[in-house]
Every structure is written in structure tokens, then in C-alpha cells.
């Protein structure tokens, strides 16, 4: 074996048994260290704290939507006809009709334009066919 | 470390993983004493010391579900340590910027001297002498006996820089032991690499 090659043993030795090397953690450190894992959460681990908050907050969510839409007026389209007074409309129409007499002289053209425009009605509003 | 041993870590880490504290206390058990002997001598006090390494395992603690056995679970710790030490900035002052052809001019001989027979360690004067890194690198060979290629991760350097400065490493440090006090160095040599 070469000098140089004791040399470096004899070296690396003192390295490895230096007064540093046998430092130990004391109970009191040991016990710190538990503590502070212990109030640690692991990053990425699911647990039931994590699935709670959402539980609720979705619950919140919802009940705050349904306040809302049922605050809500019903809502008014000015173009879609009132179908209840349409109704009446006919009825009154169809009474003064059967009240007329027989003889009465309407204009035949009066009457077709009057039936054409009654058709009409019904058809828009989805009665009879 | 033996097979046996190995698998009984892994099976440590598995339990560890799925929230088992007691699991990991057995793995702080079994490498405590080796994270705080290397935090000691690279931290400023004792009180950093012991508070990085209650970090470093709080942090291993919290993000051990990513943590991937292509590395040894030591490699990882120690690496977790070494990010947290830099992160907080509680390492000693070192002179890496000295040449390695020279030896380290603090302390001086009188100093060291001293330091030897108070028994205080190569390791305080290579911790005088060397750059965070080299010694961290030289400790890492030495004491944990890592291999290179862990140590290059552990320190993000490659291994050819691992190789080069452990060398240039045990030569300042033996050049300063002889300049320090002949006879101590005599007893070592110098160290032909």
C-alpha cells in the first residue's frame, strides 16, 4: 500500500470520527419536532375537514339562488295575449251571435269577414282547429 | 442498507404517506441524529440548528406524498434541509472564493492550534475553509456516504463538479491543517489524490 494511500485513510478516518459526528437530537428536540408534524397537514391528502367546507358552502350557494329567484316578479312578455280574457272574448262573442234573430238583415260580408277574423282568433290562440 | 431494511422504510413511507404519524416518528427516529449533526456544523448556533431541522421535517412531513424512491429517502431529506438552510439564510460565512492551492487564512495557526486541543474538529475548520456547497458535498462522501450521483442532486450541482471539488476540498483542507500545526498534519499527510 502506498504512502499516499495511508496518508489518505488516516485523513478520511479523522473525517468520519470527528466530535461533530456524534452529536445526538435531545428528547426535548425530538418531542418539539412531533409536535409541529403532528399540526401539520400533508399536501395532497384528501380528508374530511377538506370535504366539509364545500358540503356547506355549496349549501349556502343554493339557498342564496333560491332566494333570489323566488324574489323574482313573474316575468311579463307585452307580445304573448292574455288567454283567460280572450276566452271571455269568444264567450261574449258567441252569446251576442245566438242572441241575434234569424231575421236580423246583416251584410253576408259582414258575417264571412267577421267568421274569417273569429277563425283566425281561434287558430292563433291554439282552440279547435 | 439491506434489503430488509429498505423495505421495511418503504413500508414506513407508505404508512407515513396515508397520514400515519407514528410512521413517520420511527423515520425521524432513525435519521434525526444524522440531519442535525450536518445542520449543527453548517448552521450559525445551535438554536438554528435545531429549528431547521424541525422545519425539515415539518416540510418531508407535508409533501411526503411527492416524494418518489428514484433518490433514497436520506438523499431527499437532506435535500429538503439544504433548501430550507439557504431559504433562511443561517449559514455560516465561508471563504469559496479562496483558490484551492492555498490554504485558508482563518483562522490562524495559533487559532487552530487551539482548536485542536480543545478537540474541536475538522470539520469546524473545513467549515472555515470551503464553500457551502464543498462542504456540504465533503460531508454528504464522508458521513452519509452517499453516493456521488446523489450528492450532485442533493446540492443541484453535476457530478463532474462533485468529483472536482471534493478533491480540491480534502487538498485546501490538508494544506491548512500543515499550515496550521505541522505535527498534526504530519500524522495525516498530504493528501495525494
Known amino acids: 500500500m502506498s504512502e499516499s494511500k495511508i496518508n489518505r485513510g488516516l485523513f478520511e478516518q479523522s473525517l468520519s470520527t470527528a466530535p461533530e459526528t456524534q452529536a445526538k437530537v435531545s428528547e426535548k428536540l425530538h418531542q418539539d419536532i412531533m409536535r409541529a408534524v403532528r399540526l401539520a397537514k400533508p399536501v395532497g391528502r384528501v380528508t374530511s375537514t377538506t370535504w366539509t367546507v364545500p358540503a356547506w358552502g355549496t349549501g349556502i350557494a343554493a339557498t342564496a339562488v333560491a332566494v333570489f329567484y323566488l324574489a323574482q316578479t313573474p316575468p311579463v312578455t307585452p307580445l304573448q295575449p292574455d288567454l283567460s280574457s280572450t276566452a271571455a272574448t269568444l264567450t261574449s262573442l258567441g252569446e251576442k251571435l245566438a242572441a241575434l234573430p234569424g231575421e236580423t238583415a246583416l251584410p253576408e260580408e259582414e258575417l264571412r269577414k267577421e267568421l274569417a277574423r273569429i277563425k283566425s282568433d281561434l287558430s292563433r290562440f291554439g282552440i279547435g282547429s | 442498507?439491506?434489503?430488509?431494511?429498505?423495505?421495511?422504510?418503504?413500508?414506513?413511507?407508505?404508512?407515513?404517506?396515508?397520514?400515519?404519524?407514528?410512521?413517520?416518528?420511527?423515520?425521524?427516529?432513525?435519521?434525526?441524529?444524522?440531519?442535525?449533526?450536518?445542520?449543527?456544523?453548517?448552521?450559525?448556533?445551535?438554536?438554528?440548528?435545531?429549528?431547521?431541522?424541525?422545519?425539515?421535517?415539518?416540510?418531508?412531513?407535508?409533501?411526503?406524498?411527492?416524494?418518489?424512491?428514484?433518490?433514497?429517502?436520506?438523499?431527499?431529506?437532506?435535500?429538503?434541509?439544504?433548501?430550507?438552510?439557504?431559504?433562511?439564510?443561517?449559514?455560516?460565512?465561508?471563504?469559496?472564493?479562496?483558490?484551492?492551492?492555498?490554504?485558508?487564512?482563518?483562522?490562524?495557526?495559533?487559532?487552530?492550534?487551539?482548536?485542536?486541543?480543545?478537540?474541536?474538529?475538522?470539520?469546524?475548520?473545513?467549515?472555515?475553509?470551503?464553500?457551502?456547497?464543498?462542504?456540504?458535498?465533503?460531508?454528504?462522501?464522508?458521513?452519509?456516504?452517499?453516493?456521488?450521483?446523489?450528492?450532485?442532486?442533493?446540492?443541484?450541482?453535476?457530478?463532474?463538479?462533485?468529483?472536482?471539488?471534493?478533491?480540491?476540498?480534502?487538498?485546501?483542507?490538508?494544506?491548512t491543517l500543515q499550515t496550521a500545526k505541522p505535527e498534526q498534519a504530519d500524522s495525516l499527510g498530504e493528501v495525494t489524490l
Open chain 2, 1 to 175: 442498507m439491506s434489503t430488509t431494511q429498505a423495505t421495511d422504510e418503504q413500508q414506513l413511507i407508505d404508512r407515513a404517506r396515508e397520514g400515519s404519524v407514528d410512521a413517520f416518528e420511527q423515520l425521524v427516529l432513525k435519521y434525526q441524529d444524522r440531519l442535525y449533526r450536518f445542520l449543527l456544523v453548517r448552521s450559525a448556533n445551535r438554536a438554528d440548528a435545531e429549528d431547521a431541522l424541525q422545519e425539515a421535517f415539518v416540510a418531508a412531513f407535508k409533501y411526503l406524498p411527492s416524494y418518489r424512491d428514484r433518490y433514497r429517502f436520506s438523499t431527499w431529506l437532506f435535500t429538503i434541509a439544504i433548501r430550507h438552510l439557504g431559504r433562511l439564510g443561517r449559514q455560516q460565512t465561508t471563504h469559496s472564493d479562496l483558490p484551492d492551492d492555498v490554504a485558508c487564512e482563518r483562522p490562524g495557526p495559533e487559532q487552530l492550534g487551539m482548536q485542536m486541543q480543545n478537540r474541536q474538529s475538522l470539520w469546524q475548520t473545513a467549515r472555515t475553509c470551503l464553500g457551502d456547497s464543498q462542504f456540504t458535498a465533503l460531508w454528504l462522501f464522508y458521513i452519509e456516504e452517499m453516493p456521488i450521483a446523489e450528492i450532485g442532486v442533493t446540492i443541484r450541482r453535476p457530478v463532474s463538479w462533485v468529483k472536482v471539488n471534493l478533491m480540491r476540498s480534502r487538498r485546501r483542507l490538508s494544506r
